[in-house]
């Protein structure tokens, strides 16, 4: 970008917390939806009785939106500064990971195939702190997310209960 060739991480910063808000506003509403409503959704989206049966599956992975949409925003910004590097080495540590999580949890009988979703959502996490971590102490980018991460938050939050005593008449 424009910031890292002026080599102004300041510049840099305000842009990613742009971008990072943005996708605040778009992935922390979506993951409540998916985890708190997975059987609505389907419900919505197939007419078939038995896609029900996702239901749990699709709220196991629905915190996996969030890391994911912030790995997603965090690889970019590390990418457009020239570091391809580092985006792929937490990606591949992350696929590490989740094959390891994965095998172990779907063996768990009480799991099952949930196993695989919390597998995911494992693997999302670390290569999102892998990325962060990068970006934070070596790249010095500052975000300044957490207004804003608090207040998409309550306003999910209040969705969800809103919805709740709605659907519980």
């Known amino acids: 970008s ?7 991480t300041q510049a840099l910063s305000d ?3 742009l971008y990072t808000n943005i996708m605040l506003l778009i992935s922390i509403p979506s993951t409540f939806a998916f985890l708190f409503r997975s059987k609505e959704i389907l419900m919505i989206l197939f007419e078939d009785s038995g896609a029900m049966m996702a239901a749990p599956v699709l709220s196991a992975i629905s915190p996996g939106i969030f890391f994911m949409c912030l ?4 690889n970019t910004a590390l990418e457009g500064t020239g ?7 937490s990606l591949s540590v992350g696929a590490v990971f989740k094959i390891v999580f994965t095998y172990i949890l779907i063996r768990d009988a009480s799991l099952g195939i949930i196993g695989a979703a919390i597998g995911s959502v494992i693997s999302y996490i670390i290569s999102f702190i892998i990325s962060f971590s990068y970006a934070v102490l070596v790249k010095k980018i500052r975000l300044n997310i957490f207004n804003s991460f608090i207040k998409t938050l309550l306003c999910a939050l209040a969705a969800v209960i809103i919805s709740t005593l709605v659907n519980s008449r």
């Open 83 to 89: 570091n391809t590097k580092v985006p792929m080495i």
């Open 2 to 8: 424009k910031a890292e060739v002026k080599n102004n």
């Open 15 to 17: 842009n990613l917390t």
């Open 71 to 74: 790995l997603t925003v965090i």
